[in-house]
């Protein structure tokens, strides 16, 4: 039916994917609807002290029937389907929100880091949503950080560009999330409106068993110094990796060496309880 001279395979493995893809598009719906999802907390932290910078908010969804489901699988169809902007509209309050509560319990020097999509970035006037945001939950623009991933930046416009550059006039800071997976020209990195990189935990992977990578790792943190921007590296699971990125001047890490994300319950008990504020 695509017309002369086009044949399409159909496997049963391509049925089952559409099933499963049509399956959870209807049951992302209703999840909407009846709020089934919470957050986690990532902590991102320094390298010389080990004191927590950030808390990332990961997106859980724990489905009644299928269990936890991967925001690598759900997310992608909230994007095609546009539902990523209510479920983001939630996402980003339940975000400062949180945040705020910490604050007010004396968690003073964190915060938090909220994962925004190239369809919010499309749909939403971000700048009006998150200055709303940010004043109904008390929440100061320099505690909120924006990651936006580095295959979003390559296709943002110029309107886009401009709301990102006015928040980061009021205090918000901006990551380029997952760098080095969007073959951006490393020479834009200097017209971005961003003051964080966060390299990708495919790189961390591949350092100390790879010389390339490892030269690859070097590049990017050198560069990114040089431009004055923090640099994160992500997925940090070894201490040999971990010494590895402090060498090469990276400023703060993320990972399952430092800490699994967790629920809000835990982070609460264990950071405030430490005094870890
Ligand atoms: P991401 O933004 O790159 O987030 C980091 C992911 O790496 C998280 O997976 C985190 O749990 C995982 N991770 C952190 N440290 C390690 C480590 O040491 N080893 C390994 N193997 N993994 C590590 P998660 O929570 O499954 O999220 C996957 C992706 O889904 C995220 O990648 C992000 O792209 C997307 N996502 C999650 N929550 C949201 C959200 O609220 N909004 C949007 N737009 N995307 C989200
Ligand atoms: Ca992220
Ligand atoms: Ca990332
Ligand atoms: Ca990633």
């Not at 990551?175 to 990195?189: P, R």
Request: charged share 25%; with cysteine; glycine share 6%.
């Amino acid at each position: 039916s695509d017309g002369k001279g086009i044949f399409k395979v159909y496997s049963p493995e391509m049925g089952n994917k559409m099933r499963r893809y049509h399956y959870l598009l209807e049951e992302l719906r209703l999840a909407i609807a009846c709020k089934d999802f919470y957050l986690s907390f990532q902590p991102i932290v320094h390298v010389e002290d080990c004191m927590i910078d950030y808390f990332e908010a990961l997106t859980r969804w724990n489905h009644p029937v299928e269990g936890m489901i991967s925001p690598a699988e759900f997310i992608p169809i909230a994007e095609e389907s546009n539902l990523i902007l209510e479920l983001g509209d939630w996402i980003m309050l339940e975000s400062c929100r949180q945040m705020a509560a910490w604050h007010n319990a004396g968690m003073r020097k964190v915060k938090i880091s909220v994962n925004i999509s190239g369809i919010q970035l499309k749909h939403r006037d971000i700048y009006d949503w998150i200055t709303k945001i940010l004043k109904s939950t008390g929440l100061p623009a320099t505690s909120l950080m924006l990651e936006v991933t580095e295959s979003t930046f390559i296709q943002a416009s110029s309107r886009i560009i401009d709301e990102l550059s006015k928040l980061r006039e009021d205090g918000v800071t901006i990551a380029i999330d997952d760098f080095g997976t969007g073959f951006s020209s490393l020479s834009t990195l200097a017209d971005l409106p961003i003051d964080v990189i966060k390299i990708d935990r495919s790189f961390i992977t591949q350092a100390n068993k790879s010389k390339k990578y490892n030269d690859i790792l070097n590049t990017i943190s050198e560069l990114g110094q040089r431009l004055g921007l923090k640099i994160v590296a992500e997925g940090v699971e070894e201490i040999a990796q971990f010494e590895l990125v402090k060498k090469l001047g990276v400023s703060s890490v993320q990972g399952y060496l430092v800490s699994r994300p967790e629920s809000s319950i835990n982070v609460g008990n264990k950071v405030l309880r430490n005094n870890n504020a």
